[in-house]
C-alpha cells in the first residue's frame, strides 16, 4: 500500500539562473526555511527530488507538541507552536493546526515518575500542563477502559496535518516570489574562493551564495560526497489512518502501545507507541562509537535485524560528480513497506478499549524513514567549524522523529543562521560541530519511544 498523498503543489515555471539561497529538500524544515527566507527579501529556490513533502514530513504522526521534549529543543518548540498558531493567517492556507491538548497516560508508578519530571520542564515555561489521576484522566475520554496510573495532560500540544501543511507553506513560497522546483535532485554544490557559489541539478545550474541541506534521512549522504561527516542514521515508524469515526475524540492520546490523534477528516491518525525493528546499514556499524551512549540508555527499547535496506544502502553509491545520475534521482521517494504487525496490533488495543473504535475500519497504511542522531537533537547550523566544511553551506536535519512540531522554528533558525541575524532561541545545541570538538554527546533517556 503506498504512502500518503500531500496536496499537490505545481512546479514553479523555470529554473532560475540565480537566487540568493538554494534549498535542497522539500520537507517542513526546508520549506519553512523558504518561506522566512523570502519573507527577509532574499530570492530562494527549493529543489527537491521527488515531490514535496514526499517522505517523513508527509508521514508522521502530526503532533505539535512542547511535552516530552530534550530541554534543548523547549526554546525552539516554544518559539515553533507561537509559529503554527499564527501560520494560517500568514500563509492564507489550511496546515490544519488545532491546539487540541494531548494526554500522556502512565501505566506504571514508575512511568507516572517521568510524567511528574516532564511536568516540572514545562513549568519552567509557565505551560499549564498538569498530572490526572487516572479518573480524570480516563473521563476526558468517555468510554475509555486502560489500565493506567494516571496521566500528564498538556492543553498547548496540538496537531496539524502532514499532507496539508508543507505542500500549503510551498504554495506561500511561490506566491511571495519564490520557486519551488520537484522531480529535480541537487547533484553538487560549487565553491569558489573558499565559499558557496551554486549548484548543480539534474536540470541545470543555479548560482547563489548559500545553500541549506534539508534533505532529511539523504543529509549524511549528500553531504558525505563533499567529505562532511553527519553522523545520521534512519529508523522506521509505522502509522495508519481510519475512516471517520463518529463520537471520536477531539483530544489526542499516548498510551503505551498506542497513540492516537483526530484528523480533519474526521478519521484518526494512529500508531504504535513501541519503537519499530531497526534494520542495520552499513553506516549502523560505521557510526558504531557515535551511538553508543544513546544504545546504552535505549538497548531495551531496540529491536535489530539486517533486511532490504542493508543492501541497498551496499549498491547505493557514495561519491558522484555534477555530471553523473545521483542516488537521488535513482530513489525519487522512499516508500517503505510498514511493520503491520505492529500497527494492527496497536488498532486492536484501541478497539478493545475504547468503544468509539469497535467498527473503526482502516483507510490506509504506511510507514516512512526517520532521520537519527546521537544525542536525539537536531542539527541547524552553518558547516564551518568541521572538517570540509564551507562558508555559505548550511544543514537543518537530524530531527529524531521530533521534526514536524518543531519544523516552523527550525525554519526560522535557519533563516537567522543564514541571513546573519540574531538568532531567535541560542544556536549552540543545534551546532553541527558538537560532534567533533570534544562535546559530550547525550541523549535524554526514554525520548526515542516518544
Known sequence: ?????????????????????????????GVTAALELVDKGL??????????AGEQSSRNWGWVRLTHRDTRELPLMVESQRLWQGMDARIGGD???????????????????????????LQQYQIPARLLSREEALAQFPGLSL?????????????????????????????????????????VVETAAGRVSGVVTEKGRISCSAVLVAGGVWSRLFLGNMGIE????????NVLRTDPVPDGPEGTL????????????????????????????????????????????????VSLGIGPAFFEALRTPRRWSG??????ERMRVLDPVPDEARIDHALEVVKSAYAPFRNATVAQKWAGYIDVLPDIV??????????????????????????????????????????????VVDPEPFRLHRFSDGSEIRAKEGVIQR
Not at 2 to 21: C, F, I, M, T, Y
Not at 43 to 52: F, L, Q, S, W, Y
Not at 95 to 121: H, I, K, N, S
Open 95 to 121: 496546515t490544519g493546526y488545532v491546539r487540541c491538548g494531548v494526554t500522556y497516560t502512565a501505566a506504571t508508578e514508575a512511568a507516572l515518575e517521568g510524567e511528574r519530571q516532564a511536568l516540572e520542564e
Open 323 to 328: 555530471v553523473e545520475e545521483s542516488p537521488f
Open 1 to 29: 500500500m503506498p504512502g500518503p498523498k500531500p496536496d499537490p503543489v505545481e512546479n514553479s515555471a523555470a529554473l532560475p539562473k540565480h537566487a540568493d539561497v538554494v534549498i535542497i529538500g522539500g520537507g517542513i524544515a
Open 43 to 52: 530570492t530562494v529556490a527549493v529543489c527537491e527530488k521527488g515531490h514535496i
Open 147 to 187: 489500565d493506567i496510573k494516571g496521566a500528564l495532560y498538556n492543553p498547548y500540544d496540538g496537531r496539524a496535518e502532514p499532507q496539508k501543511a508543507v505542500p500549503a507553506i510551498a504554495r506561500a513560497v511561490q506566491a511571495r516570489g519564490g520557486s519551488v522546483h520537484q522531480d529535480c535532485a541537487v547533484r
Open 378 to 423: 537536531p542539527v541547524i547550523s552553518s558547516t564551518e567549524g568541521v572538517r570540509n566544511g564551507i562558508p555559505g553551506l548550511f544543514v537543518s536535519s537530524g530531527f529524531s522523529g521530533h521534526g514536524f512540531g518543531l519544523g516552523t522554528g527550525a525554519g526560522r533558525l535557519a533563516a537567522d543562521l543564514i541571513t546573519g541575524t540574531t538568532p
Open 230 to 237: 553527519l553522523p545520521q542514521l534512519r529508523t522506521k515508524g
Open 254 to 301: 499516548k498510551f503505551r502501545e498506542f497513540t492516537m490523534r483526530r484528523r480533519t477528516d474526521g478519521g484518526y491518525t494512529i500508531a504504535s507507541a513501541m519503537p519499530s525493528r531497526y534494520q542495520l546499514t552499513p553506516d549502523s556499524f560505521r557510526l558504531f562509537k557515535d551511538f553508543l551512549p544513546t544504545l546504552r540508555n535505549e538497548w531495551r527499547n
